[in-house]
């Protein structure tokens, strides 16, 4: 028996062995299309990526026709270098390194030689591409902006890299990818799937038709088209209403959690991402460390919140049962919390309950607040857990969850931070005193601000910022339709909203209103500091304001913060104000407002903290652009100020 078993295993493996190879090599050819086969070629049909619209269905990115220059490496053959190179308008050394990157690559497959010509640039080449062996053009499409804003909330398009290639087998050598914005967010919706068709050449290298007649050639298929919640004009006049300033504005629909506006400044026109000169433009903007125009400040960003974090420690307060509407403290101009420790208030001084407290913004009445928080419990590590836990309800804290690639969790100390800051020793309420007033160690991005606001305008809940509205055929993630409800009851919100409505009756705010819209917000100022010649040196503070309207079935949620802007009421108030009726009116009556924001520049305050390099501002010579309104626009919203010394 045994004499048997080896020789019929032998025999049967090795027939299934013959019947796989006569079954890959005979009966099913598709193989050869993985190879390097030298008779078939492998052309791509590229579709059009899908067009994106607001919330309104005005369209903001398009496509525009754009020509790639392939090359196969091994079939350059007697080239005239010099014409080829005139007619491309590159230099002999760029040539030189192109065809040894594309070798790399692989010697027989098509590989990039020189992407996104226009029509002109690509009509003097397509007379005499015949003449050049090896080479071939393929079609695709770029993206043709409608707008010269929100290029953050776009992103943009670039090539893939060799890592990507590796790890995503849709990809080959010189494909587009979406990166940043909602390109990158909705890649796959957006870039549609390309045709392959598999081109039989003969034993002379012409090609002689399909590979077996098109058996295994696919067509291409658009992109599907995208509409965002953005509100086109909302967007634009929040860059508007940011020029010569730095910072960041969020707006959001309470109800649904739909961002209505993502500003970032300074900010660039998207298009001059687009083309052949996108390479020199990105490094341009990325080489300014300064103002930092790729760096998305609403989302990224993380600042002491200030003043408008008084309405958690408020609340939470409340939920407590520490405070009701009625207790009150007094306040001495400030609020002294240990022997020789004074923390200064702006309030005007004397007794303070809820609503006084908030539209006054009594530092006084919340420190005191604090304090008995956390005093409530004998065990104070347990203690501030509480504390941290009902404000990390409001979505603080954590990555918020929202369709857009990037973004920083902001920061929500609890026991865990404070037993790293104080090892082998105990620790307050009144040493973490500045956790009440937003300072200490509570850091917050401007898009947890609104979504802050938007739970508070909706008495307790919010659902995840989105930035998608609809893709055609498909349903929305039902994880932005969830709703996140805090630990705070609801009971407890009304008093706060009436103190946020007196700001703008009686309070901070009362220079901001507009006559006929119920606003409900508040101030805030963060301390700021920078390190200028090696030494900390406190700067201009940041100006802060949070705000929603109408009071009653709100419909916008916003939050501003300029860098180095000052008093929240100063300049980020007056923004929250226009950006309001801007979106609930789509016009503007308040235009002393408008009139004196679109004026306000900070750059003088800016350039203490260095200007570009000189390189940058010898190669920088972006002129500003005039839209047809009123309002200039700058078609590159980049910092450009002179280093004072």
């Known amino acids: 028996m045994r ?67 392939m090359v196969i490496p091994r079939d350059v053959k007697n080239l005239d270098t010099i014409e080829f190179c005139q007619l491309l308008a590159i230099t002999p050394a760029d040539f030189i390194t192109k065809i040894a990157k594309a070798k ?7 590989s990039l030689f020189l992407a996104q010509l226009n029509k002109s640039e690509f009509a003097a080449f397509q007379e005499k591409i015949r003449k050049f062996e090896g080479f071939y053009f393929q079609k695709r499409s770029l993206r043709d902006y409608q707008v010269n804003f929100g290029a953050n909330v776009f992103g943009g398009i670039t090539q893939v890299n060799d890592k990507l290639i590796e790890k ?77 300033k730095r910072g960041g504005i969020v707006a959001i629909e309470p109800k649904t959690g739909e961002i209505l506006a993502l500003v970032t400044a300074p900010n660039y026109d998207p298009a001059i991402l687009v083309g052949r000169q996108r390479s020199k433009n990105y490094t341009l903007l990325y080489r300014d460390s300064i103002a930092k125009p790729l760096y998305d400040r609403g989302l990224l960003a993380e600042y002491p919140p200030g003043s408008p974090f ?44 809820l609503n006084i407290g908030v539209y006054k913004s009594c530092n006084a009445y919340f420190s005191n607040v604090y304090l008995r928080t956390i005093g409530k419990y004998k065990n104070t590590p347990y203690a501030v857990d509480v504390w941290s836990n009902h404000v ?19 920061k929500i100390p609890n026991s865990k931070t404070y037993k790293k800051i104080y090892p082998g020793w105990g620790y307050s309420g009144k040493t973490i005193i500045s956790n009440a007033i ?99 040196t406190q700067l201009e503070d940041h100006s802060i304001f949070v705000a929603f309207a109408p009071k009653d079935n709100p419909k916008i949620a916003i939050a501003i913060l300029v860098e180095n802007g000052g008093f929240g009421s100063v300049i980020a108030g007056p923004i929250a104000s226009l950006m309001i009726e801007k979106y609930l009116r789509g016009k503007i009556t308040r235009t002393d407002l408008e009139k004196r924001t679109l004026e306000r520049s900070l750059q003088d305050r800016y350039a203490k903290l260095g200007g570009l390099s000189d390189v940058v501002k010898k190669e920088m010579r972006i002129k500003d652009s005039i839209t047809k309104s009123k309002i200039p626009v700058p078609k590159v919203k980049i910092d450009t100020t002179k280093k004072i010394n």
């Not at 957006?190 to 098109?214: H, P």
């Not at 659902?463 to 609801?490: A, N, S």
């Open 3 to 69: 004499k048997v078993l080896l020789p019929t295993m032998i025999i049967i493996a090795a027939s299934l062995l013959l019947l796989r190879l006569f079954y890959l090599q005979v009966i099913n050819d598709s193989f050869k299309l993985k190879s390097d086969n030298n008779a078939i070629k492998i052309q791509y049909d590229y579709p059009e990526r899908g067009y994106i619209y607001d919330r309104n269905g005005k369209l903001m990115v398009a496509n525009q026709p754009s020509y790639d220059i």
């Open 392 to 410: 990390k309800s409001f979505g603080l804290g954590q990555f918020m969850g929202y369709d857009l690639p990037t973004g920083k969790k902001g």
């Open 168 to 244: 995503n087998p849709y990809y080959n050598s010189g494909d587009l990818i979406g990166k940043q914005g909602v390109e990158e967010s909705y890649e796959e919706t957006l870039r549609g799937i390309k045709g392959v068709k598999y081109i039989q050449k003969d034993k002379y290298n012409r090609e002689i038709g399909s590979f077996k007649e098109g058996k295994y050639d696919t067509i291409a298929v658009q992109g599907e088209d995208i509409n965002l919640t953005i509100d086109m004009e909302l967007q634009k006049y929040g860059e508007e209403l940011m020029i010569n």
């Open 438 to 536: 937003g300072q200490g160690e509570v850091l917050l991005t401007p898009i947890q601000l609104a979504n802050m606001m938007a739970t508070v305008a909706n008495e307790g809940y919010y659902y995840t910022p989105h930035i998608i509205k609809k893709i055609e055929g498909e349903k929305i993630d039902k994880k932005y339709t969830t709703k996140h409800v805090t630990t705070i009851d609801k009971s407890h919100f009304k008093p706060m909203i009436n103190g946020l409505f007196d700001v703008y009756n009686f309070g901070t705010a009362a220079g901001l209103r507009v006559d006929g819209i119920e606003i409900c917000g508040k101030t805030g100022t963060a301390e700021n500091f920078a390190k200028i010649n090696g030494k900390r």
């Open 310 to 353: 008084k309405i958690l420690t408020g609340l939470v307060g409340l939920q407590e049962n520490i405070i009701d509407t009625h207790t009150t403290f007094m306040c001495n101009h400030g609020f002294a919390y240990a022997p020789g420790r004074f923390q200064r208030c702006h309030c005007g001084g004397g007794s303070r309950d």
């Open 104 to 110: 790399v690559y692989s010697p027989r497959l098509p």
